[in-house]
């Protein structure tokens, strides 16, 4: 089993920065993939980021691209989200995912991913 606990998310203006993290703990796989997947109210859950933890490939979804990077710390198991000129489109409870493979082209289904965190807010005010 993975256990995998986000913080970081909150309130933040239009324009502004966060980051998020994403412990994991447990049987933590070497070849693992870890993600962000973000839903908003009335919306389906959307791929947002991952990483690829044995090569550190990434992969970002068009609408963050170029705004919002995601990084690791072997170290820690930790995985983070860097959200730059965060936009109120941007709001919505942020989800870290863990894989226990190489999912391949599929990174940005959830269905790909066995383990889940419980979620963290992240508000954007205009």
């Known amino acids: 089993q993975v256990q995998l606990v986000e913080s970081g998310g909150g309130l933040v203006q239009a324009g502004g920065s966060l980051r998020l993290s994403c412990a994991a703990s447990?049987?933590?796989?070497?070849?693992?993939?870890m993600g962000w997947f973000r839903q908003a109210p009335g919306k389906e859950r959307e791929f947002v980021s991952t990483i690829v933890w044995i090569d550190s490939n990434t992969y970002y979804a068009d609408s963050v691209k170029g705004r919002f990077t995601i990084s690791r710390d072997n170290a820690k198991n930790t995985v983070y989200l860097h959200m730059n000129s965060l936009k109120p489109e941007d709001a919505a409870v942020y989800y870290c995912?863990?894989?226990?493979?190489?999912?391949?082209?599929?990174?940005?289904?959830?269905?790909?991913?066995?383990?889940w965190g419980q979620g963290t807010q992240v508000t954007v005010s205009s």
């Open positions: 447990g049987r933590f796989f070497a070849s693992a993939t």
């Open positions: 995912a863990a894989a226990p493979g190489y999912t391949g082209s599929y990174y940005y289904d959830p269905a790909q991913y066995s383990y």
